[in-house]
């Protein structure tokens, strides 16, 4: 398994203003994402992070909203830019193709609780 | 986009009452993962299942997969407060590149 941290633990923004969400893992792994989770709702991708290259962002998420950074296999942070209420969601840092593991397993951090006022 | 769907969506039982829930898709799945998710807490894995009719047990959880790999199902027995959570099912997106799609997953309540 891998052991994922995130900080922060949870932050309440001001409108207008930008949040990084650090992800530390505590081996080195391929595949590092980030997914946001809203209210009441399941999981949906925001992006891969690719170490030393550009992120892959999925449909209707963009770099300009959501900077991604991955200087190394064990650390990658996310930017929520420019925040509204509607960014209001608990973000998530998983990890993939963790070494002994199935390669679709992904590993979860505990999450950063965002709120936007 | 290839769907789950889980069913149901809340489920609240008793303490010591047993119960199953779905995860289904029209596609083949290569594997499936279970995750549980406390309040406030992200997912935490339970299993992965690969082999179609393939099944696992954690404790009082059994993990089945459909023979035909599009379907999977989780049974907890004796369930207890403990249990209480977000259960997720994730399968690939499909191609190489190891992304999850999750379910809009069942949240169970125990009561004691």
């Known amino acids: 398994s891998a052991v994922i941290s995130q900080k922060p633990s949870r932050d309440i923004c001001q409108r207008g203003t930008s949040l990084t969400i650090q992800c530390q893992v505590d081996?080195?792994?391929?595949?590092m994402f980030w997914y946001r989770q809203q209210p009441g709702q399941s999981l949906t991708l925001i992006a891969t992070a690719n170490q030393g290259s550009e992120a892959t962002y999925e449909s209707g998420f963009v770099i300009d909203k959501f900077p991604i950074s991955r200087p190394n296999l064990t650390f990658s942070t996310l930017t929520v830019s420019n925040m509204s209420p509607e960014d209001s969601s608990i973000y998530l840092c998983?990890?993939?193709?963790?070494?002994?593991?199935?390669?679709?397993?992904?590993?979860f951090g505990p999450g950063t609780r965002l709120t936007v006022l | 986009t290839q769907l789950l769907e889980q069913s149901p969506q809340f489920l609240s039982i008793q303490e010591g009452e047993n119960l199953t829930v779905y995860c289904n898709s029209s596609?083949?799945?290569?594997?499936l993962q279970w995750y549980r998710q406390e309040p406030g807490e992200g997912p935490v894995l339970l299993v992965t299942v690969v082999t179609g009719g393939e099944v696992k047990k954690l404790k009082r959880l059994t993990f089945q997969f459909g023979d035909a790999r599009k379907d999977s199902s989780l049974h907890i027995t004796a369930a207890q407060p403990g249990d209480t959570g977000l259960y997720l099912c994730?399968?690939?997106?499909?191609?190489?590149?190891?992304?999850?799609?999750f379910g809009k997953g069942t949240l169970l309540t125990v009561n004691p």
């Open positions: 081996s080195q792994v391929t595949m």
């Open positions: 994730a399968r690939n997106s499909g191609g190489s590149n190891y992304k999850l799609t």
């Open positions: 596609s083949v799945f290569s594997s």
């Open positions: 998983s990890v993939g193709m963790v070494p002994w593991e199935y390669v679709d397993t992904q590993y």
